[in-house]
Nanobody
Framework: QVQLVESGGGLVQAGGSLRLSCAAS????????MGWYRQAPGTQRELVASITREGTSAYADSVKGRFTISRDNSKNTVYLQMNSLKPEDTAVYYC?????????WGQGTQVTVSS
């Protein structure tokens, strides 16, 4: 199994920045895809950004140009740098990892952007 622990959420004003971190309990070199998802109240969980073990990334249209996903396999950690935050980015952000064809989720971290 893989345990994932997110950190870095909080309250920020619109236009501000936050950096989320997700630490995995297994070597980053053994984990396949990793990603960040978010879920706002009353909505479905949606993909924000993903990154392969080799570092290829993809983004939701709504965050392109503002968010950057990165991964440090030596530290078993994936990051989400969020800039130019908007109130509509408010949500619980979850980290996901794929290991041996199974998906694992973190407990989530709240991001609140005030207008």
């Amino acid at each position: 199994q893989v345990q994932l622990v997110e950190s870095g959420g909080g309250l920020v004003q619109a236009g501000g920045s936050l950096r989320l971190s997700c630490a995995a309990s297994r070597s980053g070199f053994s984990i396949d895809g990793m990603g960040w998802y978010r879920q706002a109240p009353g909505t479905q969980r949606e993909l924000v950004a993903s990154i392969t073990r080799e570092g290829t990334s993809a983004y939701a249209d709504s965050v392109k140009g503002r968010f950057t996903i990165s991964r440090d396999n030596s530290k078993n950690t994936v990051y989400l740098q969020m800039n130019s935050l908007k109130p509509e980015d408010t949500a619980v952000y979850y980290c996901k990892a794929v290991w041996t064809y199974r998906q694992y989720w973190g407990q989530g971290t709240q991001v609140t952007v005030s207008s």
